[in-house]
């Protein structure tokens, strides 16, 4: 007997990746500001970040970051207004996470932002992935892991030097333990929304 079967794949979650290596004749400047920032606070700020450095969160009020600041800044426009079909007034908000040998980042969301993402600055060969939980709380129960249909899976996105990754907030995420020698440099970030949505 013939049977037509279709299906339809629910609930997806959108991330967006942008490569700004354009701008790669600044990242040894960036570098340098990061470095100064360490060298003026050097203990960690933040929670989960275990083992590296973190920042406060004042990188894109910087001068010397002006540049990664617009392009984050443009780059949130653009998926807010595929999220809400208009533009979102937000403060962006941007800190440091660095990772030296046996440093990583514990699983976390970002509480209070619209979006949340990071910006890599240098990658070194033996630096952890992003790791993406995957969000969905019933799938915890399916007795079947990895990419397959109502399987439970975490996405390890490989990143490089100029790759921005954007994501929504409640997007539970990690770092793996750093592996390398030289640190693996990023700059993370939220955008908060300057009005509450719906207020």
């Given at each position: 007997m013939h049977v037509n079967v279709t299906h339809q794949d629910l609930f997806p979650t959108r991330i967006w990746k942008f490569d700004i290596s354009a701008l790669s004749d600044h990242f040894p400047a960036w570098r340098q500001g990061v470095e100064a920032m360490r060298a003026a606070q050097p203990s960690p700020a933040g929670r989960s970040n275990q083992g590296g450095w973190n920042s406060d969160k004042t990188v894109f009020a910087r001068p010397e970051f002006a540049l990664l600041a617009d392009s984050v800044r443009q780059s949130i426009g653009y998926?807010?207004?595929?999220?809400?079909?208009?533009?979102?007034?937000?403060?962006?908000?941007?800190?440091?996470?660095?990772?030296?040998?046996?440093?990583?980042?514990?699983?976390?969301?970002?509480?209070?932002?619209?979006?949340?993402?990071?910006?890599?600055?240098?990658?070194?060969?033996?630096?952890?992935?992003?790791?993406?939980?995957?969000?969905?709380?019933?799938?915890?129960?399916?007795?079947?892991?990895?990419?397959?249909?109502?399987?439970?899976?975490?996405?390890?996105?490989?990143?490089?030097?100029?790759?921005l990754v954007l994501f929504p907030n409640w997007l539970e995420h990690e770092v793996p333990q750093h592996e390398s020698d030289e640190p693996r440099v990023a700059i993370a970030m939220n955008a908060i929304p300057r009005v509450l949505p719906g207020g």
């Open positions: 998926a807010l207004r595929q999220v809400t079909g208009q533009d979102v007034p937000v403060i962006c908000e941007g800190w440091v996470n660095m990772h030296e040998r046996g440093s990583y980042n514990t699983a976390h969301v970002h509480q209070g932002a619209l979006l949340s993402g990071t910006f890599y600055l240098t990658v070194p060969e033996g630096s952890g992935k992003l790791v993406m939980r995957d969000p969905r709380p019933g799938v915890a129960l399916s007795p079947f892991r990895g990419p397959g249909v109502n399987s439970a899976q975490h996405v390890h996105l490989q990143p490089y030097a100029g790759l």
